[in-house]
């Protein structure tokens, strides 16, 4: 994450989280992230192939030069391998428990271009299945260097995934892992003492079983 936008939301969101898949919709309280809600957005998990659009900020809005209203994400992307690229990342992100940072290209009349990072995390709403996304969408150079008109078209031009754990929920989840997935491995080191050295000793998963054990 390149932006301090990007940044403030997910820490926010990860402490919110508290070592859980994902908080709940309610969890978030909008007072203590005002500053990134010009850019901020929410979708709705219809289906793999739909998330729309449930709220966009003022200066999001000004950016994207449409009404996102009930609009699926997808849509603004006319490129059907950005498109099957970004319903695998956020199926990824709904069922993993990620956050995905994308960069986004808008192109404008004339040939003139902008980049953006979006990021986007899971969200809890009524149910236990994550079926919403909280982002944020912000330029990655001055936006007031860009074309006054609407973009023309948006492009996929880069994406990853960030697991908070480490991994996978359901991965973490099971080595009893919250904010690091090294957490259990630390609590059970043993140190090692050996003329005048002191070493930290990790048990592998090929070590013995010791006779006392139960």
Not at 42 to 65: N, S
Not at 137 to 165: F, K, V
Request: glycine share 8%; charged share 25%; hydrophobic share 40%.
């Amino acid at each position: 994450m390149r932006q301090k936008t990007s940044q403030t939301l997910f820490a926010y969101w990860n402490e919110v989280r508290a070592g859980r898949i994902a908080p709940r919709r309610l969890d978030i309280e909008p007072a203590r992230i005002a500053e990134v809600l010009p850019d901020a957005l929410i979708l709705e998990r219809v289906d793999f192939e739909t998330y729309r659009f449930r709220l966009a900020g003022t200066r999001l809005c000004e950016h994207l030069g449409t009404d996102t209203r009930g609009r699926n994400l997808f849509d603004l992307f006319a490129d059907e391998q950005d498109r099957i690229t970004l319903e695998r990342q956020c199926a990824a992100i709904c069922k993993q428990g990620a956050v995905g940072v994308f960069t986004l290209i808008a192109e404008y009349r004339g040939g003139a271009r902008a980049s953006y990072e979006m990021v986007l995390h899971p969200l809890l709403h009524t149910s236990q299945t994550i079926d919403r996304l909280l982002g944020v969408m912000t330029p990655l150079a001055d936006p007031s260097a860009q074309p006054p008109d609407p973009p023309e078209a948006w492009r996929l031009a880069g994406h990853a995934l960030i697991w908070p754990d480490g991994r996978p929920f359901q991965i973490a989840g099971a080595m009893g892992a919250t904010q690091s997935p090294f957490a259990d491995h630390i609590r059970r080191a043993r140190i090692v003492r050996s003329d005048r050295r002191q070493f930290r000793v990790y048990d592998g998963g090929l070590a013995k079983p010791r006779d006392d054990a139960p």
